[in-house]
């Protein structure tokens, strides 16, 4: 969905602008919720517009310069994504259960099981490379951190995998917005660049998809 229309607190843009010299701190604390207290909200589209920016001068980090702050930004948003979801995966050991009952209403909507059902077959089919798919796929990268902690998940190949998959989505995502973010239509257009990151974003499923339909056809044949 682009920008217009998206109500105000969901337009990249305007939560940006509105934080203002917290910008930054503001995003990262975005991701970690995202990431970690199961918050709908527009991740990719964030990462991207902060990059962008970035370039253009309206975030900076002291007197480090647009890639210094951009290295710093990275460094940043790469933390907290890790960190939102650790907190997920606890979350998810200690209180994941009671929120997937059903229920009605808008936090029924939120917490319907069949995103439990849905990631449990996302796990099963994409096993710890899932952690790391599942950075750049909306809503399954909001649960997959809860259903990692309700199934209790190793830890320790949990966090690596979490690791990974999160310096790759806010790194790569952010750089992204900045080098992007420098052309003048994607800066004129910038909801054109919002709807194309979610397309992008969808990438690596589709790759994923097409190599595993691959192994099948050739095991079929």
């Excluded at 970690?32 to 975030?59: K, Q, R, Y």
């Amino acid at each position: 969905m682009v920008p217009m229309l998206m109500p105000d607190w969901l337009d990249p843009e305007f939560i940006i602008n509105s934080l203002g010299n917290w910008a930054l701190w503001g995003v990262a604390f975005i991701v970690f919720a995202e990431c970690g207290l199961f918050s709908i909200l527009p991740g990719d589209s964030l990462l991207f517009t902060v990059g962008m920016f970035v370039a253009l001068g309206s975030i900076q980090f002291g007197d480090l310069g647009s890639l210094g702050t951009l290295a710093v930004a990275c460094v940043i948003l790469a933390i907290a994504a890790i960190l939102g979801n650790i907190s997920g995966y606890y979350l998810g050991r200690l209180i994941g259960p009671p929120l997937f009952k059903p229920r009605t209403g808008f936090w029924g909507r939120v917490f319907d099981p069949q995103w439990v059902d849905k990631t449990h077959v996302f796990l099963g089919k994409y096993g710890n490379r899932a952690l790391i798919l599942a950075r750049f796929v909306p809503f399954v990268r909001t649960f997959i951190t809860l259903i990692a902690g309700v199934g209790r998940m190793d830890f320790g190949k949990f966090i690596k995998y979490t690791a990974i998959g999160g310096v790759l989505w806010a790194c790569g995502v952010t750089s992204l917005g900045y080098f992007l973010g420098t052309i003048p239509f994607i800066h004129d257009h910038i909801e054109v660049a919002l709807v194309l990151i979610v397309f992008v974003s969808l990438i690596p499923m589709v790759v994923e998809y097409l190599i595993q339909k691959r192994k099948v056809d050739l095991i079929i044949d």
